[in-house]
């Protein structure tokens, strides 16, 4: 090694040594979704992020447990819900057991005469108290006196009935055994609510391996746990596409070293060809977290999938040797086209960097970061390490074979171009159907588990995961005031049938206002007495039954008003808390919903009464699209920019041209057959055609070098042939995948790579030896 | 063994067994079981009542009034007309509650509507003459004869226990005439019934 050798590694190992330090101590890296709101989100995208990161909604596990007599089911219950209590890991755990509901109930009693929508100065006239006290009668005739009778004396006007009716789901679970059952009882149903947030899978993992090492503990027998919820979700999603990325990455692996090794037999030139791109990869990490604070796992994935490309620098480098002759006069040879290669991919990306959309700069910052550091390492670092070509040459590769099919491949320009317009057509047809924004429909959950996840969702009565009210304000007041006139013409939609019920959290927290003008209606002690005793004069009811009724009155007048801390300790806490918050828009109370039938109906009607009605699907496909129809303007600027700077290089527009062309046309192929395979578009497919557009124009800017001679001209195009061939299995694995995401990128970069090289050599210029360099 | 000595012994068992015979068939006692087949001799009943309610809250005790109607296997209904016009009806472990005047009806499963359902089913599963079912809510001890029954339940579940201390429910045969239930508030509700059975 020379000194300036010595040098170059010496610089190198120190930069990757301080990186992966760095990394080491410094590196975050976070899946929370809201790092990619885009700079113009909305209030209500805002909202939405918040809720599927850790709404109270997102957070609910549905359990149910099925398969044995419902007396056995009913044990089970009981016992699982007191482990997972004391696991720790779950805010609430509810099965319906009256024990766990007491505590809420004897808070409600306490505090009904401020919770009672019924309480108004008239209830408490002569006239108002008569009434109420005729319909109690009314009641103790019937078979529901039996529950009426015990809160006789100190609720005679019936107002924890009041603030029951608010509360009881029309539809919710039955009651069997004391526990929740589904309406035919054949399963028993539990819900628990999360303290980590849904987004968080490990966490979510957790909590799912927790249900279900409780229940195996549990268990009378026979029977099994039917476990779901969007954390349930996330945790099985990501175990599976987990597995599923080591299992193929490593298939991918093996079958690149394979290539590799069959054509260099040299294990150190092997080793070599991964360090520009594990070199790249630590430095574009390393880029990402110093300019933005934390390294999110979507531009992880994303970012070392554009990095890809490098693999391929030290294949074009090593190829172009002979066997024996020193890598930096192989490199003198090819440097030009290097750098261009380099230089595309660089310019292409640095769009995203300045999109000024968070999830994108972090993409292009790593890309623009990754790719440089690669390119550099492959232009001094592996001349350095590996002086002279080691192994043999590639032996016994028909290269005259490959040379003709080269030769003969422009022959085939007119059925190229024939299907290139075809495939522009076919894309111009369809360009308002191309693209899916629904990420759910990527994500592997199976049929059946969606069934499943509806059929508990029902059971349980438990609220819509895409339906929302939003009532904001600029205090916890206002908020709870909106709360309020919300709640108002809901229960006017629920008697319409547009929505089955809802919760908002004034039901349990009214406002100040609305518990002062209620604290208000009630009369002071002595004059409360002369009324009732007025009232029961000619009533059928004996005077002097009631001291606790005055008792409560009197004790609700003076009662400090509710507020957040009165609930501490208490179910409803949780529930408050997860309803009722503020965010950099002000306060929200957020209205759940069941059952909604009628989604237009209540849109209008709460913008008629300045809420929102927030359907949480239709806003994360608005998101996407968001993204996607930056990123597409990043792409398009990113083309332009590497057109530009190919002009600039080669000083020939047409040349410039003839190099960009057959990529825009392997990706117009691209696209037409993913349609034609009925596919739409994803933010995925647009991440994985990008990839193809940097390694398909390092195959075009390869294939239009101008080699000193023949046997140069074959180096160059086995070296496009073995690059190929290892993007190609480590995709190709990808595409076998079960997996929609995986597979579509799979698909969409091994056919692109495949493509791009077939119109690479159709449509390359063949310059007569000799020429520029470039 | 002679052929006499067998003569006697087979005399000694047919008359151990009239005297059992006759013991099952006697006017004295009756038990749960014996109790139940009796009333479930009955395919449907219908029936109008007059119960009264005792109370230290009261003046005067509360009486309503109203029908019950029964039908085999699992539909009872109990349609209060006054004080105020409502309707109850259990039909499997559905109860519906009606409310006739303010034209409301809920629907819930039984185990969520408390003591109300727990009560009315004590009063259904009798009916039926289904011992197993009533066992599930109540401990159980029939006594008295065909001709003048009682049969005592006993909540054993807490949310039963939670309102009734007992209900004791007599009649003559296949009729049931009367059910007193002692609730938990010391409130005492009688219900007098007249049945006509088919």
């Known amino acids: ?774 | 063994m002679t052929s006499g000595t067998k003569n006697i012994a087979k005399a000694a068992i047919a008359l151990f067994a009239a005297i059992a015979l006759r013991a099952t068939a006697s006017p004295e006692a009756i038990d749960a079981q014996g109790l139940m087949t009796m009333l479930a001799s009955v395919e449907s009943a219908t029936a109008s009542y007059v119960e009264t309610r005792y109370s230290p809250l009261l003046k005067s005790p509360l009486v309503s009034r109203g029908t019950l109607s029964y039908r085999r296997p699992d539909r009872i209904e109990e349609h209060v007309e006054s004080p105020r016009d409502e309707r109850f009806v259990l039909q499997g472990d559905r109860l519906t509650i009606e409310d006739t005047s303010g034209n409301r009806s809920v629907t819930v499963n039984a185990g969520s509507a408390g003591g109300i359902a727990a009560l009315i089913e004590g009063v259904r599963a009798t009916r039926a003459g289904d011992l197993a079912a009533l066992e599930r809510d109540f401990h159980v001890a029939a006594s008295g004869t065909q001709e003048r029954w009682q049969l005592r339940l006993q909540p054993r579940t807490p949310a039963l226990t939670k309102y009734v201390r007992g209900i004791t429910i007599s009649g003559s045969r296949a009729r049931i005439q009367t059910i007193e239930v002692l609730e938990a508030s010391g409130d005492r509700t009688v219900m007098e019934v007249r049945e006509s059975l088919r």
């Open chain 1, 1 to 774: 090694m020379t000194r300036g050798a010595r040098s170059v590694v010496a610089l190198w190992l120190a930069l990757l040594a301080a990186c992966g330090i760095w990394l080491a101590r410094d590196l975050s890296v976070t899946t929370d979704l809201s790092a990619f709101l885009p700079p113009s989100a909305t209030p209500t995208q805002r909202i939405l992020l918040g809720q599927l990161r850790d709404g109270a909604t997102a957070r609910l596990v549905l359990i149910g447990l099925q398969g044995d007599s419902s007396a056995a089911l009913a044990h089970t219950s009981m016992a699982l819900a007191r482990r997972l209590k004391a696991s720790g890991l779950f805010a609430y755990v509810a099965n319906g057991d009256s024990g766990t509901l007491r505590q809420e109930q004897a808070f409600l009693f306490e505090h009904r005469y401020v919770l009672s929508p019924a309480v108004r100065p008239e209830r408490f006239s002569i006239e108002g108290l008569k009434a109420a006290l005729a319909e109690t009668y009314g009641l103790l005739g019937s078979p529901a006196g039996v529950l009426v009778r015990p809160t006789l004396s100190s609720d005679p006007t019936g107002e924890m009935r009041r603030i029951l009716a608010q509360l009881t789901p029309g539809e919710g679970p039955d009651l069997r055994d004391g526990v929740w059952f589904s309406h035919d009882g054949r399963r028993a149903l539990l819900v628990a609510q999360t303290r980590a947030p849904a987004f968080d899978a490990l966490a979510q993992g957790r909590a799912v391996r927790a249900i279900q090492a409780a229940y195996a503990a549990t268990r009378s027998g026979a029977g099994s746990l039917l476990l779901s919820g969007p954390g349930v979700f996330a945790a099985r999603i990501h175990d599976t596409v987990e597995s599923e990325i080591w299992r193929l990455s490593a298939l991918g692996a093996v079958l690149v070293l394979g290539i590799l090794y069959a054509v260099y037999r040299s294990a150190a030139m092997l080793a070599a060809s991964f360090l520009p791109v594990v070199s790249g990869i630590v430095v574009g990490v390393t880029a990402v977290a110093l300019g933005f604070g934390k390294v999110h796992g979507i531009t992880l994935g994303f970012g070392v999938t554009l990095i890809g490309e490098a693999i391929d620098y030290p294949t074009y480098l090593f190829m172009q040797a002979r066997a024996g002759e020193p890598l930096a006069v192989a490199l003198a040879r090819i440097r030009p086209t290097l750098n261009l290669a380099v230089l595309t991919t660089v310019f292409g990306a640095l769009a995203m960097v300045f999109s000024g959309f968070a999830g994108l700069a972090q993409l292009g910052v790593l890309t623009v970061a990754g790719v440089a550091t690669a390119g550099l390492t492959t232009r001094w670092v592996l001349p350095a390490l590996v002086p002279v070509r080691l192994g043999s040459s590639v032996p016994g590769t028909p290269i005259s074979v490959l040379s003709r099919a080269v030769k003969f491949a422009p022959r085939l320009r007119w059925v190229a171009a024939v299907l290139v317009i075809a495939a522009f057509g076919l894309v111009a047809w369809k360009h308002d159907r191309l693209w899916n924004d629904d990420i759910s429909s990527l994500t592997p959950v199976s049929e059946s588990s969606k069934q499943l996840d509806q059929s508990l969702r029902h059971e349980l009565g438990a609220p819509s995961l895409r339906y929302l009210v939003l009532a904001r304000g600029k205090s916890r007041q206002e908020a709870l005031q909106a709360s309020e006139s919300a709640a108002g013409w809901l229960r006017d939609a629920v008697r319409k049938g547009w929505l089955a019920g809802f919760d908002v959290p004034s039901t349990y927290l009214p406002s100040m206002k609305t518990q002062q003008y209620r604290q208000a209606a009630l009369p002071p002690r002595e004059v409360l007495a002369g009324r009732l005793d007025a009232a029961l004069a000619d009533s059928p009811f004996r005077a002097g039954g009631f001291t606790p009724f005055l008792d409560a009155v009197a004790r609700a007048r003076s009662a400090p008003p509710l507020d957040v801390g009165s609930f501490a300790g208490t179910a409803l806490a949780v529930k408050i808390d997860s309803q009722l918050f503020r965010n950099e828009d002000g306060w929200n109370a957020l209205a759940t919903l069941r059952g909604v039938e009628a989604p237009a109906e209540l849109a209008r009607e709460a913008s008629r009464h300045g809420q929102e009605f927030i359907d949480l699907k239709a806003e994360s496909n608005r998101l996407v699209s968001t993204y996607r129809d930056r990123a597409l303007w990043c792409v398009a600027l990113g083309l332009l920019g590497i057109f530009v700077l190919l002009c600039l290089t080669l000083r020939d527009a047409r040349r410039a041209a003839r190099v960009i062309a057959p990529i825009l046309a392997a990706v117009a192929l691209d696209v037409a057959i993913l349609l034609l395979l009925g596919q739409t578009l994803s933010l995925f497919n647009l991440v994985a055609l990008l990839l193809v557009v940097g390694v398909g124009l390092n195959y075009a800017l390869f294939f239009d070098r101008r080699h000193a001679d023949e046997d140069e001209r074959a180096r160059t195009q086995r070296s496009l042939l073995v690059c190929a061939a290892t993007t190609l299995s480590a995709f190709g694995c990808l595409a076998v995948s079960r997996i929609p995401v995986l597979h579509e990128i799979g698909v969409t970069v091994a056919l692109g790579a495949a493509l791009s090289l077939l119109l690479a050599a159709v449509f390359a210029h063949r310059p007569e030896a000799g020429g520029s360099p470039v």
